[in-house]
């Protein structure tokens, strides 16, 4: 099956190709790069030598070679562009969209989080939530969820879901590796600007905290993000005050394991191992645990994931073996790289 990825010069589009190179049932067709079109693949990707005599193309000379007819096609695009690219894509093949575009319910929220008109909503692709995986075999178009949102959500959503926690009361902080920005130049994301510092951004306003309240069924929620001098890499803390003062760090454990116990890349750590952003580096992984703060009456979960795996390529192409009726871990790992 042959796969063209819209957005391929980024870093989220680098790090599908890469996965799509090990992937043993499709072939890269199309690659769209924007303004890296007519760049050799290998310019801006030195790290995947077997795209070595491949050049970037422009939309519309992909969509005129038919780039855009493949098996299935990945938008890999910044957020609000990429509902004009699906819309050039045939009506029968398979779109995984990796930006924001397609994710939200509610147009209002879109207006607010991220502004201009609400391209609609196509399932949700994070499978580990409760249906969604049987929406997204059926489904010919996806939104894949962000970083943010997917550790996030998979911190909280099981304590929700169980009633351990009250859902008006909900914060989460969470510390991303500077890729999460894209690979636009950008001032304050200078090497001299970020090394050595942390700091907070869109306090109070961040746009993925609409995303994140849809997903659990709240209506809203606390979220502030942190830029951490990493270039990959996302821990989020998580938190929610207790429904009741007698839940138990052993409740809480529990239902984060009957959540996760069966699923192939979120892993429960034994009692008394916190997650690292460095442990699941290049994977498809989620790290989760969880306690009650006694002190506070609140529980506290702490995830942790690639920002660029299970954040955003590796979770697309999870959605996409899925919609292909293949193994889902197929092409994807559940181990870190170390150091």
């Not at 920002?307 to 197929?330: D, I, V």
């Amino acid at each position: 099956m042959t796969v063209t990825v819209a957005g391929a010069s980024g870093y989220a589009g680098g790090e599908l190709l890469r996965l799509l190179l090990s992937h043993s049932e499709v072939e890269i067709g199309g690659l769209i790069g924007g303004s890296s079109a007519g760049r050799p693949v290998t310019d801006v990707h030195p790290h995947l030598p077997p795209l070595a005599g491949r050049t970037f193309s422009a939309l519309d000379d992909a969509q005129a070679g038919g780039a855009l007819d493949a098996d299935v096609v990945f938008l890999a695009l910044p957020h609000g562009t990429s509902a004009a690219v699906a819309a050039a894509v045939p009506a029968g093949t398979r779109v995984i969209d990796l930006g924001a575009d397609f994710r939200l319910a509610s147009s209002a929220d879109w207006a607010l989080g991220y502004g201009g008109d609400h391209a609609g909503t196509w399932p949700y692709g994070l499978p580990e939530l409760p249906g969604a995986r049987s929406a997204i075999q059926s489904a010919t178009r996806v939104a894949a969820p962000g970083c943010y949102p997917t550790a996030s959500i998979l911190g909280l959503a099981p304590l929700v879901a169980q009633g351990l926690v009250a859902p008006d009361d909900l914060v989460v902080v969470a510390a991303s590796g500077t890729s999460g920005a894209g690979r636009a130049p950008k001032e304050h994301l200078l090497g001299s600007e970020v090394m050595g510092d942390l700091w907070a951004y869109k306090v109070g306003g961040h746009q993925h905290r609409y995303e994140i309240a849809q997903a659990l069924g709240v209506a809203s929620l606390s979220f502030t993000p942190v830029l951490a001098p990493l270039p990959r890499g996302l821990l989020a803390t998580c938190t929610g005050r207790l429904s009741s003062p007698d839940i138990t760090t052993d409740q809480v454990r529990a239902a984060l394991e009957r959540a996760y116990g069966d699923e192939p890349f979120v892993h429960v750590l034994p009692e008394g191992r916190w997650p690292k952003a460095a442990s699941v580096l290049g994977s498809n992984a989620c790290q989760v645990q969880g306690i009650v703060d006694a002190q506070t009456g609140r529980a506290v979960v702490v995830s942790a994931i690639d920002n660029l795996g299970k954040g955003a390529a590796g979770q697309a192409l999870q959605c996409m073996n899925l919609m292909l009726g293949l193994p889902e871990t197929t092409g994807l790992s559940v181990c870190g790289v170390a150091p």
